[in-house]
């Protein structure tokens, strides 16, 4: 149940009352107080009430329809001000004990404006001033106005019965107190805790259109990804193969048909991943093969175009998913198109092994290096980078000029977010048939 629905017409109304609900709450106290005195006007015309006390009355019933909420100053003078026609009302008794029956309603009235204006320090502040006028009211005037209801039943009445009704009546406002004080306690806690509420959705709301940007935007990148790597790495094997076409051209025909026909496959194989990428499918890019078979097959591809020796080591002893296996294939074959397009090598290592929690991956080259600093640009290695982040793995890169290049992966088998450390990174043997 929404206890202050908003409506365009009572922002301001209701910017100036916390909930509304209060303020009807209010209203009915004020309106138990006029039936109040109008019947005990019937029933003792002896006591009569006075414009003064009518005048009073009616401010402190109209001081309602605002709430000075902002400033702690304006807060305190609202207060001080609504105390003190409380408090003439209570001298005002002693003239006309008839408003003495009023005086409770309006001490519950005070107590509920003062919960909205302040804190727990300044709520028991006033409830302590309205609970001392009150009972100054009850000690003074009460055994006198106890004594006279009483004779109407009984001829003479016995002292201690009248304290034990002037107790009672204490005992009676104490309690309507608490239970008013606690009453308006919980409604603001409602309230304040629906406007967090509100407030959140708000901000859900645009976090949702922030998430959906940057959902867009990651999906761009790995479009992106899977265009450079797929069809970077049969561009340059295309490349490679018909430069070879024209070296064999006139020293051997059919060698230089071979390369040919390896060229017509190769670009058979752009426009493929050309088609995987725009239609953005997440398939692994060996559907038919392990990825240990994918790895020595893009292994073979690349060395075969090329002059270069090749060590490659993959022991994979768990299953992987299709996600890490993309990943694996994917790093892999953008290195491998680095090498081939930068690295000027004529060594080349490929190692793949699973740990208990991890899967390894590492590419060394003999070639002419570069310097990692510099090399901020493009989708190669950042593309490696971010397919690593991804899974929460980590992807390391050490070079320098003349010697060479190492690229060293860890993808977590589980596929949970997180980093590993530098020194995690292991120690893979190589083979004794190269010096990378």
Known sequence: MLLNPPSRLSQNYTAARPLRLLLHIEWILLSMGVLVIITAMIFHRSFQVTW??????????????????????????????????????????????????????????????????????????????????????????????????????????????????????????????????????????????????????????????????????????????EIHDSLGHSLTAQTILLENVLLFWEQDIEQAKSYLLKAKDSSYQALKDVSRAVAALRDSPQPDKPLQAAIIELVNKVCQSTAMSQVCEINITTSLSDE??????????????????????????????????????????????????????????????????ALGGTCQIWSAPGAGCRISVILPLSNVVGTLPVGALPTMPLRADGDI
């Open 52 to 225: 003064l006390e009518l005048v009073l009355f009616g401010l402190i019933g109209t001081m309602g329809l605002y709430l000075p909420l902002a400033q702690l100053r304006a807060k305190i003078l609202y207060t001080a001000a609504e105390l003190s026609l409380f408090g003439i009302l209570v001298i005002r008794c002693l003239d006309n004990p008839l408003m003495m029956r009023i005086i409770p309603l309006l001490g519950l009235v005070v107590i509920i404006r003062s919960c909205q204006l302040f804190h727990t320090r300044g709520r028991l502040v006033v409830a302590g001033i309205t609970f001392g006028s009150h009972l100054f009211v009850s000690l003074t005037l009460g055994q006198t106005a106890i004594s006279r209801n009483l004779s109407r039943l009984m001829s003479t009445p016995a002292a201690w019965q009248v304290s034990v009704l002037q107790t009672n009546a204490i005992i009676l406002f104490t309690l309507a107190l608490l239970f008013v004080f606690l009453l308006v306690d919980a409604l603001l806690n409602v309230h304040s805790n629906q406007q967090k509420l509100e407030i959140a959705h708000v901000q859900l709301q645009q976090y949702a259109l922030q998430v959906e940007g940057q959902a867009a935007l990651q999906e761009r990148n790995r479009i992106a990804r």
């Open 324 to 389: 890490l296996t993309m990943a694996a294939y994917r790093i892999v074959q953008e290195a491998l198109t680095n090498v081939v397009k930068h690295a000027q090598a004529n060594q080349l290592s490929v190692q793949l092994c699973t740990k208990p929690q991890s899967l390894y991956v590492q590419v060394l080259d003999n070639g002419k290096g570069f310097d990692p600093s510099k090399n901020t640009t493009g989708f190669g290695l950042g593309g490696m980078k971010e397919r690593a982040i």
